[in-house]
């Protein structure tokens, strides 16, 4: 089904490309980034964005494809970001193919925005369409007012990219040894009883902004089983599956305006979510002893992801603070996440000399363990598409999301030219 | 005979108005000209800094009056940093703050974003949000400083002090135009009342029977910048579907 629905659009739009000029669009980017650790240099990157679209009042196309070339010329990254047809009509449009479908109103944070997978494989560094994945898919909305009702298939699911072994970003793996991961059971078939299937309800008014979104999904992050256990002249050696599982989704987001701020809030229940139980020496010690079947190394609960977020201009300057807490319901003392979990982000931003300089920051602040990410940059603005940024990526902290990378700060600059 | 008193009264204060009309209604008269239930336009935006550098900025516009409200979409052509961002507007009659949105193709989202700045400008211009609005005559205090030929055009020259203490302008100065009740010219004063800005029209013409203003210039003349804002391809009182001020157009565009 897949195949078939990109097969569709390819042919669609291949057609329509041979009788019409499309609009080539797009953006060509240079980045280098430096560790403060050490002074290597950590990113070279050279990339080539491009998008191109053609259409008319009742149908339009757009592909994006792109290129990376990391380091030195012998190493190129070639792929599609989206790849779509649209069919309008008065009250309805219709779009068929591979493309990035982003719901909620959180920034930053993904709760309520659960169809398009991230590519995490350089952490949340990326820019934020480079790090939502593209999915193949059939997607219809429909128009009232200043309503409108979306759904979406997914006929074939598409997991988060986590960073390779042995990259910077690779994330600490939290069991007491080094583990084998065998993938075998990670992809899932395409079929029509392992697609996916999402709804949402959007309004905008002068009162307030709301969604209401609604899926039968396979959770983006897998949680790993046990796959085998064996004590060997080295120690235990542990090798795990990563496996995706099912999971229903209900939730909705909102934004209020208030006296010339914005109220924002969000929240989603994750019903039969699969979470890692933690695993420390000793247990593992007791289940390689033990002559027992391989215990399942992971608990289904309900999970509950909200936000509440404020966004104000104070003085010139915009600022954006954002609360979230992640909630297990009917917690159990041996799993790896706690009870609850918060999160803070925050965000200021102000240009000078008529939006040709800008200042930014934005702060990722993990509560619960004391970490944070901060990510401070300036850029200017030559006019004419033509920007450039300089900026720094310093993580705090010893544990935690962001901790974790503690040795990863790094400086880094970016020219970039929109065409 | 009491009816006779009455009809004599508004015809003497009517004939008197004309002859010696006060500041305010001046004002009304101009927030009160016509301009047409719908306005097409493409607009170029040119800032020019104080060393002659200089930037544009491409727009397609949308206006809509809906009697106590008014909804205006922008959509942004170049520069193509900028390609495919949209913004829009509802302001209302009644003095409620308008409600904006934005949407940024690089997050593919549509936001609403805080609008109680309406000292801030637009797009780094010269020209406030405030600016680009029609401001209410309630708002302000107004006096008749003179009469005066401007450009050719007899001319009104209305001052302005805003009645709330916050506002970003100690004063403006404006020249209106007698009989057309278009402002040919204003000058702005900042909070210490030195002169911050003059607005000067270009060209006022009128098509389909309404006058409008296709070309105009801010000057800062304290920084010695300037943004010439001309529209192109006005089309007054064509139809514009209500469906066109949504999330929907805003993410796709018109073509």
Redesign the interface.
Known sequence: MNQFLKGISLSLISFAALWAMPSLNGYARHYSGWLINDGSQAVLQNTLNLELSDGNGKFAWKANPYIYQYNSSDSLKIGIRQLYLDYYRENFDLRIGHQQIIWGKADGVFITDIISPKNLEEFLLRDFEEIRSGVTSAKVSFYRGSGQLDLVWVPQFTATKFPEDGSIWAPTKPFPVEPIIDYDQENIAPSLENSEIFGRYALMSSTIDFELIGGYAWDDNPVYALKSLQLTQDGPELTLQPRHHRLAIGGFAFNKPISGWVLRGESALYMGKRLQLAMSPDQLQSLVQSAQPLPSISLEKNYIHSLIAFDLNLLGIDMSTQIIQEAILDYDESLMKEEYEYMATLMLRETFFRETLSLELFTYIGINDGDALLRPKIGYDFGNGLGFTLGANIFTGDNGMFGQYDYNDMLYAKIRADF | MKKRIIGLTIFLALNLWAQNPDGHSIMMKVYERPTGQTILSDLTMS?T?SRG?L?ERTIQQFLKDFGDHEKKIMFFKA???V?NTSFMN?SYDSG??D?Q?IYLP?????K??????KS??F???DFTYDDLGERHPDKDDHKILREETLNGENCYVIESRPKDDDNMYSHTITWIIKDKWIGLKKEFYDEDGEHLKTLNIQKYEQISGYWVIPIMEMHNVQKD?RTRIEMKNIKINQAVDD?IF???MMQ?GV?
Request: proline content about 3%.
């Open positions: 800032l800094n550098d930037r520069p193509a940093d390609r509802w409620q703050d409600d949105w690089a997050l593919k989202k549509v609403r974003i805080a609008s109680d700045s801030d400008y797009m780094g211009s910048h469906g949504t999330e929907r796709r073509r």
